[in-house]
């Protein structure tokens, strides 16, 4: 999988990587109220990670906020 073409390498979000042992952040992709979808600059893999501030949701079945 490449990097997803929206990726602005300036918007991170600094945590680690929950599927390789990257440490360096994770590009923000998209966000909605507390829920972030982020790519790893290393392993590429997408994701939504729930930063438990501001207001409860989820993505819905189809990936979306």
Same mark, same amino acid.
């Given at each position: 999988? %490449?990097?997803?073409? /929206?990726?602005?390498? @300036?918007? =991170?979000?600094?945590? /680690? !990587?929950? #599927?390789?042992?990257? %440490?360096?952040?994770?590009?923000?992709? =998209? /966000?909605? %109220?507390?829920?972030?979808?982020?790519?790893?600059?290393? !392993? #590429?893999?997408?994701?939504?990670?729930?930063? =438990?501030? *501001? #207001? @409860? @949701? @989820?993505?819905? =079945?189809? *990936?979306?906020?």
């Amino acid at each position: 999988m %490449a990097l997803d073409p /929206s990726v602005d390498i @300036g918007r =991170k979000v600094w945590r /680690s !990587c929950t #599927h390789c042992p990257n %440490a360096d952040g994770l590009y923000l992709l =998209k /966000s909605n %109220a507390n829920l972030v979808y982020v790519q790893c600059p290393l !392993c #590429h893999n997408t994701w939504w990670l729930d930063t =438990k501030f *501001g #207001h @409860g @949701g @989820g993505p819905d =079945k189809s *990936g979306n906020p």
